[in-house]
């Protein structure tokens, strides 16, 4: 398990971590990254602040197992 960490996060605002291939990872609501099988999935982080949503950008995650 690891954390997806955000740099210059505002105070107020709340996030949301989305996994695109969910067979091989999982995302908490906290941004905990959990593998689940062998293989390369992408997580899109947003950013909801002053009633705007907005995509901050995306991690690539490797899982070897």
Same mark, same amino acid.
């Given at each position: 398990?690891?954390?997806? @960490?955000?740099?210059? &996060? &505002? !105070? /107020? =605002?709340? %996030? ?6 969910? =067979? $091989?990872?999982?995302?908490?609501? !906290? /941004?905990? +990254?959990?593998?689940? !099988?062998? /293989?390369? =999935?992408? $997580?899109? +982080?947003?950013? !909801? %602040? &002053?009633?705007? @949503?907005?995509?901050?950008? @995306? +991690?690539? +995650?490797?899982?070897? &197992?």
């Amino acid at each position: 398990k690891k954390p997806v @960490t955000i740099a210059n &996060k &505002k !105070k /107020g =605002a709340s %996030y949301t971590f989305r996994a695109d291939k969910k =067979a $091989i990872i999982s995302v908490s609501k !906290k /941004g905990i +990254v959990t593998g689940r !099988k062998t /293989g390369t =999935a992408k $997580i899109t +982080v947003r950013e !909801k %602040y &002053k009633g705007k @949503t907005r995509t901050l950008g @995306t +991690v690539k +995650v490797k899982v070897k &197992k």
